[in-house]
């Protein structure tokens, strides 16, 4: 086991001769193995080693019994050992948090406290690192999340990640060295533990040699996966500056969405799947992307950032009932509206092959029609097709971001007939029963029109 342990530390360099490392200890099997196996190799590996407890006073006198076997433990091994309390409970209700969530982020920070020019070791093991993927995979993951837990992140190194929970406690056995045990790990209150308890069991079943294929396959996995963090490492050499990314649509998709992802976290925004393929296809046709309250993704299709902008600006939408002849809701811009019987109209067409404008069959639409700005969440079903289409994503795949302000939509009583640049919808298209159309065209205030 021990072995085991040199040889992951020596694959990701987890130690350098004259380290300082702070176990933390909880007092169960896996970090009491830990602070062994580091007093054993300490020489070896040329680190001095020290313990830290969180006592996080959930369960009354078995978390004061935990504290006391550690510190007593240190003790016998001349370990300097510290001890620091939280109220959990009394941070996740103030938070309204999960009891889990509110021990992890108490202990992380007490952690980051306590270790400032050192390096924090925790007891995460094989076993841990399968559950955490299978959590990761039935959550929904990509290959990062399937690469597992990390060794090494920042200050935090994880010599027990290759050592199976079988072997931690086989370790202990042979030193006759025990360790307490934590109540709500017995029980299937949480979901790790019903991972650990039922469905890792029943994989076993199917191959026996579980643990050992994982640590091989996760050992692949995050090969694979420090690759493309390499190569987005150096993407974001290329392209990022500050909260811009200029020339990142030039990159794979792969690379492209850990940029983005990346950009995302580091300013504390909502990341999810579907949100960064959303801003992938504004990376790269252009366009804005509501993120959080007044914080946009904005591309030209060459330049991506994350940009602030005014609630105002960013969603005022402007309608006025539509009529026949002149209508104008943009400045200089106007949209002309004719009602012409259908003799007219084939005449007309036949006439001028190259105008360009947009048939309606008047008598198709209904109730009051509406000429109007841009609005989130339009959706129409184009002429010829059998089904709707989102027009924020037909925009961002037709028209280019400089383009897309002016854009004008109408809509009568049953939604949206008419969205410029795309096309009419079907409901409303000419047939051989139409009698009269609305004739539609978009005209710079510049040009001459007469009608």
């Known amino acids: 086991m021990l072995n085991k342990i040199v040889k992951l530390s020596q694959k990701y360099n987890m130690f350098n001769i004259g380290d300082s490392v702070v176990c933390g200890l909880s007092g169960g099997a896996d970090s009491v193995c830990l602070l062994l196996s580091l007093c054993e190799l300490r020489e070896r590996l040329g680190i001095t080693v020290e313990a830290l407890h969180v006592n996080h006073c959930l369960r009354g006198s078995e978390s004061d019994r935990d504290e006391e076997f550690c510190r007593s433990l240190c003790a016998r091994l001349g370990v300097p050992f510290t001890a620091e309390r939280c ?30 020019g050192k390096l924090l070791a925790t007891a995460h093991n094989a076993d841990d690192n399968l559950e955490t993927v299978l959590l990761n995979l039935a959550r929904g993951t990509a290959l990062k999340g399937l690469a597992g837990i990390p060794p090494v992140r920042g200050n935090i190194v994880r010599p027990l990640l290759a050592v199976t929970r079988a072997e931690i406690e086989a370790f202990l056995a042979e030193r006759g060295q025990d ?7 017995l029980t299937d209150d949480y979901t790790r533990n019903k991972i650990r308890h039922r469905i890792i069991p029943l994989l076993r079943e199917i191959n026996p040699s579980l643990n050992s294929t994982f640590v091989s396959s996760a050992d692949g996995l995050r090969d694979e ?26 990159y794979d998709t792969v690379i492209r969405s850990r940029c983005i992802s990346r950009l995302l976290v580091r300013n504390s925004l909502p990341v999810s799947h579907e949100r960064i393929r959303e801003c992938e296809g504004i990376l790269v046709n252009g366009g804005k992307l509501n ?161």
């Open 87 to 116: 109220d959990v409970s009394g941070y996740a209700a103030e938070r309204s948090l999960s009891t889990e969530l509110a021990a992890r982020e108490l202990r992380y920070d007490i952690f980051r406290r306590n270790t400032q």
């Open 179 to 185: 360790f307490v045990t934590d109540s709500t790990n």
């Open 225 to 250: 996966n420090a690759y493309i963090e390499a190569m987005t490492d150096s993407a974001e050499c290329e392209c990022l500056d500050g909260n811009r990314l200029t020339g990142l649509a030039g």
């Open 291 to 451: 993120i959080s309250g007044d914080i946009y993704f904005v591309s030209d299709g060459k330049t991506a950032e994350l940009r602030t902008i005014p609630a105002a600006e960013a969603s005022t939408e402007v309608s006025t009932p539509l009529k026949v002849g002149k209508n104008s809701i943009f400045s200089g811009i106007t949209l002309i509206c004719e009602l012409i019987d259908r003799e007219e109209f084939d005449r007309r067409r036949d006439v001028n092959k190259k105008l360009t404008f947009y048939a309606l069959d008047y008598d198709k639409i209904k109730g009051e029609a509406v000429l109007r700005s841009r609005r989130n969440g339009d959706r129409i079903q184009l002429r010829g097709r059998d089904f709707r289409s989102s027009v924020k994503k037909l925009i961002n795949e037709n028209i280019p971001p400089a383009e897309r302000r002016t854009l004008h939509f109408i809509e009568d009583s049953d939604g949206t007939v008419f969205a410029e640049r795309l096309g009419i919808a079907q409901r409303v298209a000419p047939d051989g029963n139409t009698k009269r159309l609305f004739v539609i065209s978009v005209v710079n205030d510049k040009q001459d029109w007469s009608g």
